[in-house]
C-alpha cells in the first residue's frame, strides 16, 4: 500500500507538469489549428532560466518571472513570424516549422546556457512530509499547487473575461468572430503567450525535481502532446485529465510492471485510445470539410 | 574473383595512400591526433574536462616547441554521448582528417563503437573510458587510461566488507558503463561472497528514479546500495535516494569523480563512497604517494586555466595525450605501427591515474595501489582510511 | 512519361558522375548515407505527398529492418539477403496490421498516432537489452551476397546508388498508374475520390505498407554499412529527419524527396564548421525554408523556372 501511494504521488505529480504542457497544446490549437512542437521548448527556458538566474543570486521568484517573460517573448515571435505567415500551408509543413524552431530554441539555450545539467534547489527545504508511508516532498506539493492554480486562472480567463471569451469564439468561429470584432491575429499571439507562460511556469516548478538541461523539453513536449490528444485536442478539461492519466499510468507501470517501459506508456495509451476513439477520449470525431 | 580483385583494389589503395602519409609526416609536419568525446549529453562532465585538457596541453606543448620539433595539431569532435555518432566521427577522423592516433571515447560505449574501425584502419587508439571489456580481451590497437570497472567494483566490495556489510541491491545504468560495472558487480560478488539481494536498472536520460528506488526501499535487508552509472545520472539516482529516505549506505563507481557529480546531487551527495584515481584527493595523500607530485601539478595548472576544480577525467585525457606523446619521442616519429609498439612499452610512467606499466598483455597497465576509497564531506572528496 | 525517363536518366547521370567529383572516402560516406535516407524519402513521399497522410514514425520501420538484419545476421548467422527480407516482411506485417485503425484518424491524430508507434518501436529497441544490445546498440556484420563481400565505401556507393535509382523507378511508376492517379485524387479530396468509386482506404493502407518496407530495406542495408545500429536510429527524431527531408524537397515530388534527403543528410556535416552555433542554423534553416517554400525546394523552384520561361515565352 506505501508503495501504491509512492506511485500515485510521483505519477500526479510529474502528470501535473504533462497536464499543463497539454493545456497549453490545447489553448494554441483552439486559436490556430496549429500543433505546436516548441511547447516542450517553453517548458525548457522556464526550467534553464529559473535555475541559472537563481545560481547567478536572484531571488527564485524574479527568476520564475524571468523565464516566463522570455517564454512569451519566444511564443509570440514564433506566432508572428514562422506561424501567421504560413498560415495556409499543409499540416505537415506546419509541424516542421515548429520542429524547426524547436531544434533553433534548443540550438539557442545551448549557447545562452551552456549543454550542462544545472541544478535548482526546492523551492522550500528539502525536509519531506509522510502520507500513509509514502514520501512527498514540498516540491511535490509546489507542483500540485501551481498547477491546480494556473489551470482555475485559465479557466476563469476564458470563461470569465472579454479577451477569453473573444479567444474561444475564434476557436469555434473564426470568421465569425471576425465579423463581431474580433482580431483574430491577436488572438492566435495571445494564443502562444498564454501557452508559453503555462509551460514556463511548468518548468521552474518541475525543475528542482528534474534537473535543468537543453533536452528537458523533448519528452515532456511530446507527453503533452499525448495527452492533449487524449483529451482530444483543443479540449482544455480532456488536456488536464489526459495529463493526470498519462502521469499516473506511467508511474504504477514504472512500479508494477517495467522502469524501462516507463517512457513508453503514454503512448501505448494514446495509439490504443485512438484505434477505439479516433477523436480521444473527450473528443467528437471531426468531421471533414469537403 | 570479384572479391580478390576488390580486397586488392582496396590493398593496393591504402598501401599507397600510407606510403603517401609518412612520407609527408616525416618532414616536419604536425601530428595529428583526433579525438571523440562526450562534450554535451548525459557524459558531459567526463567529456568537457577532458576537451579542455586536451586543447590546454596540446597548445602548451606546441608553444614549448611541439613533439620532436613538430606541433600537433588536435580535432575534436563531439558525439553527444550517441555511439552511432561516434562511430561516424572516428570514420571522419580516419578517413577524412587522415589522423595519426584518436584519444578517447569518453564513455564505454563511443570506445566500443569506434574499436572496430580503429582496429581494422591499424590507427593507435587511447580510451578514456572504464569498462574493463576494451581492454581484455586485449586488441591491438585499443589502449585505455582510467581504471577498470573490475577493479573498481573490488574495491567497493572491500570497503563494504570491512564495515561488515553482504547484503548489496544493484542499481545500474542502461549505458555501456553502466551495464558493464553491473556485469562485473555481479560475477565478483560471487567471488568475494556478497549476496545481491536487488538489481534494479534505470535509463541514462530518465528524469526520475523513485521508482527503482522504492524497490530497493522495499527489498529485504539490503545492507549497502551500488550504483553502476556515469556522469549526470547517479547524481539523479542520489537525489531520488535520499529523498525517499533510504537509510542503507551509498556506493557509486568511479564514473562520478567530479566535483560536477557533488554540485548536481547537492546536500544528497553526502556520505556517498566510490573509489577513484588519486588525483581528486592529492592534497590527502601521504608525501611518499609516487602520484603525490604529478597530481598536485596537474591540479594546479587545470585550476589556474580554468578556475575550476579538477577531475579524475581531466586527468584520463592528460595521461592519454602524455603516454600518445612520449610513444612518438620513443618511436622516433609517427608511423603507426612503430608508435602503437612504443605505447604497449611504455613502463614506469607516473600520471594522474596511477604508475602505467603497459604489456602486450595489459593495454591498460594500472594497479589497485593507486585506486583510492572517497567520501563526500561537506561537499568536498575526502580520502577513506 | 518521356518526362519521367528524362527526370530518372538525369538522376543516373548524377548518381554515375558524382565519386569523380569527391575527395576522399568521407564524402562518399556522406553520399552514400545521402542515398540510404533517399530510398526511405522516396517510399515515405509516396505517403505524405502523394496520399496526403503523416508519418511521424518512419524511422521505426526503419529501425526494424536495421535490427532485424543485425539480429539475425550478426546472432543468428542467417544469410544476409534472408535477413533483409525477414525484416522487410515484419515491417509490412506491422504497418498493415496498423494500418486500417489508424489511417482513418485525420490531421494531428494521425500524426500523434504515427508518432507513437514508432515510439513504441525505439524503446522496444532500446529496453530489449539481450536481444538489441539496448542504447548503445550492437556491432553488425558486412554484407555478404552469395559469397561476395560488400565491403569499402567505394563499392557501397555503386549498391546504393543502383538500389536508389531502383526505387525512384518504381515510385515513378506507381505514380503514373492507375492507382498512382487514385493516390493523387485523394490527396486532393478524399471524400471526392470515394465518391468516383475509389476505394481509399486500400489505397492508404498499400503505400503505408509499401513505404514501410522501404523504410525496412534501407534500414537493414544501413546495418550492413555502418556496422553499427542503435535505437537512435529509429527514433522520434530520426522520424522528423525524415519526413523533413520530404517536405523540404518538395512533397509530391519524387525527385524532391531525393534532392531534401541530400541536402538535409550533408548540411549536418556542414554545419559543424559553425561549431556551438549549428543547432541554431539548422532549425533556422529549415523554419525559413518552410515559412517561405511552403511547396518545398524542389517545386518552387521549379515554379520559378516555368513562370521566367512563360513569361519570356510572351515577350
Redesign the interface.
Known sequence: MAEFLQYLVTGVTIGSIYALAALGFAIVYNASHVINFAQGEFIMIGGMATATLTAAGVPLPLAILAGIAGAMLVGVLIAKFAVERARNASVVTLIIITIGASIFLRGLAEVVWGKEFHRLDSFSGNAPLMLGGAVVTTQSLWVLGVTAALILATGLFFNRTMAGKAMLATSHNRLAAQLVGVNVRHVVLAAFALSAALGAMGGAVVAPITYSYTEMGIMLGLKGFAAAALGGLGNGVGAVAGGLIVGIAESLSAGYISSAYKDAVAFVIIVAVLVFMPGGLFGRAGTERV | MFRKRLLCAVMTASAVALGAMSALAQSGQPIKIGSILSVTGPASFLGEPEKKVLELYVDRINKAGGVAGRPIQLTVYDDGGAADKAASFTKRLLESDGVDAILGGTTTAATMAAVPLVERAGVPFISLAGAVVITEPVKTWVFKTPHTDRMAVEKVYGDMKKRGFTRVALLSEDSGFGKSGRDQALTVAKLVGMTVVADETYGAKDADVSAQVTKIRGAEGVQAVLVSGLGQGPAMVTRDYRKLGVSAPLYHLHGVASKEFIRLAGDAAEGVRLPAAGLVVAAQLPDSDPQKKVATEFTKTYEEAFKSEVSTFAGHAYDALMIYTDAVKRAGGTDKAKVRDAIEQTKGYVGTGGVVNMSATDHMGLGLDAFHMVEVKKGDWALVK | MTHRLLGLGLLAVVLALLPLGLP????L?MAILAGLNAIVCVGLNLL?GFAGQ?S?GHAGFFGIGAYATAVLVSTHKWPALLALAAGALLSAVIAFAVAR??L??????L???T???G??IS??L??E?RITG????M?VDPLNVF???V???R?WYWVVAGLLLVTVWLALNLIDSPVGRALRALHG????AETLGVDTARFKAMVFVLSAVFASVAGSLFAHY?????P??AD??KS?EL??MV??GG?ASTFGAVVGAAILTVLPQLL?VFQ????????????LT??FM?KGLLPTLAGLVQARTSLGGRR
Open positions: 576522399n572516402n568521407f564524402y560516406d505524405v503523416v511521424l485503425p489508424i482513418r484518424l485525420k490531421g494531428h491524430y500524426a500523434m498516432a508518432l507513437g508507434i515510439i513504441i524503446i522496444v532500446r529496453t537489452t539496448g542504447p548503445d546498440g556491432i559469397g561476395f563481400e565491403y569499402g565505401e563499392v479530396s478524399e471524400v471526392a555502418a556496422g553499427l545500429i542503435t537512435a536510429k522520434f527524431l522528423v519526413v523533413t517536405v523540404f512533397m559543424t556551438d552555433y549549428q543547432h541554431m542554423m539548422l532549425g533556422l534553416i529549415l523554419m518552410m515559412v511552403p
